[in-house]
């Protein structure tokens, strides 16, 4: 009798389900095992997740459950870790951490694609993706929660903010969504008060000349203006550059605001395919025209992770769901034809068409080599996917969903799914606010890089910098401890990178942890109330000196790449406690002091080990345009000897230092002729 084999499946998506139900189909229980492994327990059917981001259908019938839809297939919901190609092994994280392998005779490598959201900087913080259902419900939850916001905001600044949508990628999912949530905002507005219809403001940016690249050129035109006309801002030929709290920048100094970020761009390679050891085209794992992948005679890959060649028009598979389905049933019948001894195919499908939602009972359609476009393709789009939904069941619910749209009004009720909040970061570019004065007191920043400023007044003529804080500092404190909202707000003057913590958390630590506790209230009393306040006099003659009184330039300064040995001759034969550390063009690099070289020997560092090194990374600097008192407010909170001055923040080139001793010095002089003068005007 002969031995059943063990064939192996990574990803239940389009490819590794159809793969999975055509080599049932057609092997024999007593002929092959079949074990499909999931990240999770159910399908994502991801072209109708923006449905459920617009309220247009309930979040169930997109997770088709996978036990239900393969009879006969041992579903697994575990992670592959990695693959052993040379032993046939699969590695899973399998039950309470445990990992296992296991033997395969195939494998079929169907783990689509990752979402890669670190192409842009702040895009990981404050955009949402849209890949999983996860994905979905809260990108839904978050639209629902700006225009709650908006019904209740007091001023109009805000709540055109609270309006504003920002959607990244003109592709099939990025128009999809911001035209599902164009709809869902202006079809329900009428439900709200404060929600006037020129204040919503959907924008979709695209980095090329048309959206949709892969329709007809007609049929992305018909597209743009079908959405421009429904209220949608297309922006096109420009790349986002970063993304803050506030909405998009670009490379040239324009940003876009928005309180909703969505992006739609940016795959990267699944972990288990990167670790992978195997001919790779962007990413995507390169296969034989039959679908074996390049050099082996057992793995088989198919879907967004497979870079395939389709021998019916000889060009390269698109990433589409389409294709996933196609590949994964043509690679269970070469895997059936190699088992019963037979030759394989090569891959070949001629394409059915294209079909997008654009909005507004709109979509566009290429099928079976018509252009169709309005609302006949958006009836055509919705027919082929209700049919396309694996079992009967959804199928059902998406269609009394449908149903349900043409009667009532899109739900607008979305339960809170309150996670327990977490430890997260964020991102500002220069002159981003990290909150604003008045602001309500949610959240406890540390800074991970980059400077801010605490103002009060912001934006006034009265605007007054409080302080200045750099690398290690944390700010939000005060108002968190009070319970009470922003007395000042926070600035951000270089790009900037910090970690938040929820109140929540932050309340949790500082009651545990006593050090912290007693270091935050030490904070408190050295923030609280203004330093000037009880200085009066100081304020006064330091508000009318201009910073270069107090500069002093660098004769002696050192080279990242200078060794451990020349800093402690240059700091011990001149004399000096500190250095500033600049490179060729003058730009500084960090600083060197007495404490680094002592550090540095505690670390071990020999003779020759480079200053940058042992160095402080990041310091604290002001700029020749800071006025004295915030320097001196900066030298006090930071309990500094010494602080270098830069001539702005985006080149840092060194224009010299200020010591703590000559501005005190200073004030004593000045305090002093100020009293003898006083003296002599009451003698007289
Ligand atoms: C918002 C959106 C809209 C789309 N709209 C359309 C459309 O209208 N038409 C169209 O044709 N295509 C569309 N697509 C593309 C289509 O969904 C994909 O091409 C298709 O899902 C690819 O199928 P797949 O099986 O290769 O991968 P996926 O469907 O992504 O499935 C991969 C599975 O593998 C699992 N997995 C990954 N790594 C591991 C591991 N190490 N261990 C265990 N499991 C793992 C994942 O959890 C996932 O379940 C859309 C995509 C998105 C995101």
Redesign the pocket.
Known sequence: MAVRKKIKI???????VKCALTLRKKLKRDEADIIL????NY??F??L??EVVGASISPEPVAVPLRQMLPGVYCRT???LSIDVDNNLVEYLGNQGKRGQMHFDHLVI????SVNLGMIPGMADHAYP??TVGDAVALRYHVMQQMENAEIAEDVYNRRWYLSFVVVGGG??GV?VAGEINDLVRDTRKFFRNIPKEEIKVTLVHSRDQLLPEVSSKLRDFTRVKMEQAGINVVLNRRVSHVTPQGVGFDDGITIDGATIVC?VGNAT???IQKLDAPKERGRLLTEPDMKVKGHTNVWA????AYINNSYNDEPCP????F?ERQGRQAAMNIVREIKGKETKPFYFRPLGQ??AIGGHNAVAEFLGLHISGFLAWFLWRSVYLFKLPTFSHRLKVGFDWAWEIFYSRDLAHPKADLTERVGKSHFQPGDYVFKEGDPSNNFYVIESGEVEVVRGAGTDDEKVLAILGEGDFFGEMALIDNRYRSSAVRARTELEVTVMGKKVFEQISGALRPFKDFLADAVKRRSGSMWQKLPGVFDILNEQPLSTFVKPVLISLDPNDTFETAVKTLSEEELDFCCVVNSSNKIEGILTRTDIFRAVEAGSTPHTKVSEFMTTSPIVVTENDSCTIVAATIRDHNLKWIPVVDNLNNLYVKGYIRRDKMINFVLDKLHDHNEASVQAQGS
């Not at 990574?10 to 590794?16: H, P, Q, T, V």
């Not at 492994?37 to 999770?40: A, G, H, K, L, Q």
């Not at 169907?110 to 694609?113: E, K, P």
């Open positions: 990574i990803g239940g998506g389009f490819a590794g492994y999931n990240s999770e399908m994502v991801q072209p997740l923006a575990e992670d592959i169907a783990c689509g694609s849209l890949k099939f999912s999809e739609t699944a972990p288990v198919v879907g967004d992770c990433p589409t769901g389409q996933a079909l997008c």
